[in-house]
């Protein structure tokens, strides 16, 4: 049975009204998805571009060195840090697991605490490991 057959005129018009809803809500949440990590992207941006403690100190953050090579950065602590997550659209920042996280197959990570990008940790989407990662 193929898609065009589930959408015939031979089923009830009560289940295709539902399998069309169910689609169009799929679709929403995906787009309010993919907004969401493109907000946080730009305010990440910004926030990498701040130079001055000024700036930074207006922005909420903290001018300091980060990494091995000790680049300077605005560092903005999150509210949620910390706070149980399976996706990172539940965090101001991402959701992560420990680095060397050897959790079953569904993982409950915690939202990261600040922009920070440095350190080793493993990325968590949908409740699933996605990848790990060292930056220094």
């Known amino acids: 049975m193929d898609f065009a057959h589930w959408l015939s005129v031979e089923y009830h018009p009560m289940i295709r009204a539902i399998f069309s ?13 993919w907004m969401d990590t493109s907000k946080k992207a730009a305010v990440t941006n910004k926030l990498s571009e701040i130079k001055t403690a000024e700036s930074c100190d207006s922005a909420g953050g903290e001018l300091r060195q980060v990494c091995m090579n000790g680049t300077q950065m605005c560092i903005v602590q999150y509210n949620d840090a910390e706070k149980p997550c399976i ?13 060397n996280h050897q959790g079953s197959m ?6 990261s605490t600040s922009n920070n ?3 080793c940790w493993a990325n968590v989407e949908f409740g699933l490991v996605q990848k790990r990662i060292c930056r220094d």
């Open 21 to 33: 809803l169910t689609l169009v809500l799929l679709m929403l949440f995906a787009m309010k998805q």
């Open 117 to 119: 990008p440095c350190g």
């Open 87 to 99: 996706s990172g659209v539940q965090c101001e920042g991402k959701c992560r697991a420990p680095y």
């Open 106 to 111: 569904f993982t409950v990570g915690s939202c």
